[in-house]
């Protein structure tokens, strides 16, 4: 089945840094999208960033410039490189493939001095 497992959420001061990992499994990896949402207490899940199968990325108005999403086809491993964050940045991680019903289990990361 397919499993999708996230790493690397914490806390982390406001200008700091986070690398956030999902590893899957089940999926022909290389052939599919890849997203990250995050969801903020009482605020709807927002998508974050994607990529596909061949590269090209999406970013909401609000990371642009900050954070990098990239993938590893050899390691079945979608990344999110968070720089200069936030405590609006402050939510719960999901990782998914892009159009289906396959999330991750979620990673919290807070942003606060």
């Known amino acids: 089945q397919v499993q999708l497992v996230e790493s690397g959420g914490g806390l982390v001061q406001p200008g700091g840094s986070l690398r956030l990992s999902c590893a899957a499994s089940?999926?022909?990896?290389?052939?599919?999208?890849m997203g990250w949402y995050r969801q903020a207490p009482g605020k709807e899940r927002e998508l974050v960033a994607s990529i596909r199968s061949g590269g090209s990325t999406y970013y909401v108005d609000s990371v642009k410039g900050r954070f990098t999403i990239s993938r590893d086809n050899a390691k079945n491993t979608v990344y999110l490189q968070m720089n200069s964050l936030k405590p609006a940045d402050t939510a719960v991680y999901y990782c998914?493939?892009?159009?289906?019903?396959?999330w991750g289990q979620g990673t919290q990361v807070t942003v606060s001095s």
């Open positions: 089940g999926i022909r990896f290389s052939l599919v999208s």
């Open positions: 998914t493939v892009r159009d289906t019903t396959y």
